[in-house]
């Protein structure tokens, strides 16, 4: 029988395979589990601290050495939380932007603190992105507005470093061009991810009509339809996505190209 299942990390929530089995022959009977060494050496050190504040009553909470399953687990994304003897305290690694090389440490008392501060609809809570299994602020607390997250055809939620690898890789569908939407995202200043990634810049745009959307959106589809990937750079765009200047970069067929 396979016994073979996915945990998440209890230091820093990262989904990973076990095998539950082989590890309870070898007298294993707690309810923790680490992705690597780091990982174990970091939930010690975490453990003998007395003390850790709750982000979002800033509580101080007791941490016991032993952290063991409630009767009545909470999950998030179907990944079991471990808890202490002492009460529900939530270990997470945050990052405050998906473009951060390194996370933080965070900590949550109980199930109410816990719902507030991840995964709800809080413009500051921190969710999971389904394609780098991080959790990040969804809207970038640095400058209050800008939207960290984007939604798949498939329905997954990714953040916006695992959204920009897939753009610059496979380009835009035609879908949204279709509805006149325009999808995409802000580069960093002179746009070099996409030209880096071989893409030119073919024209730059204001968008302030419905009018102007559409046609923009019929100029993409023709490139689209001549086998070229595109992809939009947003330059400014107001609150609401109504009016803003975009960029288009294309990237020519293989046969073309070469």
Known sequence: MNTVTTVACSYCRQPHDVDVAAIENDGWTGWTW???????????DVSKNEQVKCETCDQLVNVNDVPVMDENQIT????????????????????DSPFDAEGYAAYTCGETCDEAFVGSD????????DGCSRM???????????????FTDDGERICL?????????????????????IPGMFFSWASHEPLNAGFEKVETTWIQ?????????????????????VVIGY??????????????????PMEQAG
């Open 122 to 129: 809080y413009d500051f809570s921190y969710w999971y992105c």
């Open 76 to 95: 998030f994304e179907g990944m079991p939380r471990p808890t202490s003897h002492a009460m529900e305290v939530f270990y997470y690694t945050l990052y």
């Open 161 to 181: 470093r695992c959204y920009e690898e897939d753009i610059l890789e496979n380009g835009h569908t035609r879908d949204e061009f279709e509805a006149g939407r």
């Open 235 to 252: 330059e400014s765009m107001a609150i609401g996505g109504l009016e803003g200047t975009v960029s288009l970069f294309v990237k020519a």
């Open 136 to 150: 990040i602020c969804q809207r970038n607390p640095r400058n209050g507005w800008h939207a960290h997250f984007r």
């Open 34 to 44: 680490f992705c690597s060494e780091d990982c174990e050496r970091r939930w010690q």
């Open 209 to 229: 009509t419905t009018a102007t959307s559409h046609a923009f959106c019929e100029r993409v589809l023709g490139y689209l339809d001549d086998g070229y990937k």
